[in-house]
């Protein structure tokens, strides 16, 4: 069974890569970061299908993800912990936090990215917003929690994995 765990703080800082512990790679780093950011510009460009057939709306400063290592090491290290649920705010510095799970074992990890990141994004097309692109609880608790979490692009800066 392999998690993905995600979060993501605001800020307009830059990181860089980070050291190649715990399994991650540079390569499954960046998988996470332009997946990102290529779900977020279809966002920002209108071009994100939403579930009433038509597009989320246009997004008016997404601005591109970064990478951060603190993050990275947060999360790996709850991650250890092998809990199929969310940790503390605290204890994840009040960061954001989405979960995936493979039943592979052997799951390619640059594919893990991937996928964890499609199905996160995926939950507008199933589950959609509305028009006014305004988050209430409704529309939280309507199935787009993931999405709505990096909205894939509901913060206008976002650093993360």
């Known amino acids: 069974m392999k998690l993905a765990l995600l ?16 399994g991650m790679s540079d390569e499954v780093r960046k998988t996470f970061l332009d997946k990102h950011n290529e779900y977020r510009t279809l966002v920002a460009q209108g071009k994100a299908k939403n579930k009433s057939g038509g597009y989320a709306p ?28 969310h940790n503390s705010y605290k204890d994840r510095n009040y960061w954001g936090q989405n979960l995936w799970m493979s039943g592979g074992i ?17 939950e507008l097309e199933h589950h959609g917003v509305p028009e006014e692109n305004k988050l209430t609880m409704e529309v939280f608790n309507n199935g787009v929690g993931h999405y709505t979490q990096r909205k894939l692009s509901w913060f206008s800066n976002l650093r993360g994995w």
């Open 7 to 22: 979060a993501l703080l605001t800020t307009s800082a830059r990181a860089s890569m980070c050291s190649d512990a715990e």
């Open 106 to 122: 052997n799951i390619n990890k640059t594919h893990a990215a991937a996928g964890s990141v499609y199905s996160w994004f995926s």
């Open 58 to 85: 246009m997004a008016a400063r997404m601005l591109k993800m970064t990478y951060d290592c603190a993050i990275e090491k947060n999360m790996m290290d709850y991650a250890k912990e092998c809990k199929f649920a």
